[in-house]
């Protein structure tokens, strides 16, 4: 299996923006792409606020089970959001699967970006034995691509 | 009549940055009027302008989603805690989508 991430294609010189992941989170939103493929797959991954590291995964339950929308349910979001509030937690990285196109953000991913702070990070399953994995920001409409830093935790701890 | 309306970070913009507002009104249409006096334009982000829920926020009286309670017409009473979320959804185009069906 290989994985293909791509750096910054930010050619403005903003502020550095990166990614930075545990392999294991990597893993589990790969694996959770995989199960779900055909249709696609979401999720959340929680971190403590401010801290701009995802490290709790919660893998959601794609509402409009379908291989072209995703959808939180709205239930089960309202439970999940309350959760990260009494954990002084925030959504760090939303996830979904692309699993016949490429991962970048539709314009129906881009009308829907509502949580300015947070990485949006696609995964693509169209092709059987590699995935593609890329992050971006999406505020006010404008999608900037940057980095993925995946550390392995049995390391860098 | 006060209402506790927590409010998500891409609306903050309107209520000068805080989490939380108060409110009131009867409906949940009488209530969201009673905010865009205060916090101009939140109004515009909730409803349509054909003037239904708008499709990317979620709104919740206490434990229910709105829609499940009569959406604007929901009943609102004092001590209400109304909750609004960023709805989350998204996807590939549809048709990207019908091309790798018509190519399966």
């Not at chain 1, 696609?40 to 959601?60: H, N, Q, Y």
């Not at chain 1, 999940?80 to 196109?101: C, F, G, K, L, Q």
């Not at chain 1, 949006?120 to 409409?141: H, Q």
């Not at chain 2, 334009?41 to 499940?68: P, Q, S």
């Amino acid at each position: 299996m290989s994985r293909a991430t791509r750096g910054s294609l930010n050619s403005h010189g903003n502020v550095n923006s990166v990614l930075t992941i545990d392999s294991a989170i990597v893993d589990a939103i790969v694996a959770h792409a995989r199960r779900d493929h055909p249709d696609e797959a979401c999720g959340v991954i929680a971190g403590p606020i401010g801290s701009d590291l995802p490290t709790r995964l919660i893998p959601m339950d794609n509402a409009a089970r379908s291989m072209t929308f995703y959808e939180f349910d709205s239930m089960e979001q309202l439970r999940v959001w309350r959760e990260m509030d009494d954990n002084d937690e925030e959504p760090v990285v939303i996830y979904h699967s692309h699993t016949a196109t490429e991962a970048y953000p539709s314009r129906t991913d881009i009308s829907f970006a509502g949580e300015p702070g947070a990485h949006y990070v696609l995964v693509s399953t169209r092709e059987s034995d590699s995935e593609e994995i890329r992050s971006f920001r999406i505020v006010d409409g404008v999608v900037t691509e940057e980095e993925i830093n995946i550390v392995d935790a049995t390391v860098d701890a | 009549m006060a209402i506790e309306v927590r409010v998500p970070t891409i609306l903050r913009s309107y209520t000068g940055g805080a989490k939380t507002v108060e409110g009131a009104g009867e409906t949940l249409s009488a209530l969201i009027d009673d905010l865009d006096t205060k916090h101009n334009g939140l109004k515009g982000r909730l409803i349509t302008t054909e003037g239904g829920l708008h499709r990317f926020v979620n709104i919740y009286v206490n434990d229910e989603d709105v829609r499940f309670l009569g959406a604007l017409d929901a009943k609102l009473s004092d001590g209400d805690s109304i909750t609004i979320l960023p709805a989350v959804a998204g996807g590939a185009l549809g048709f990207a989508a019908a091309a790798a069906l018509l190519g399966r």
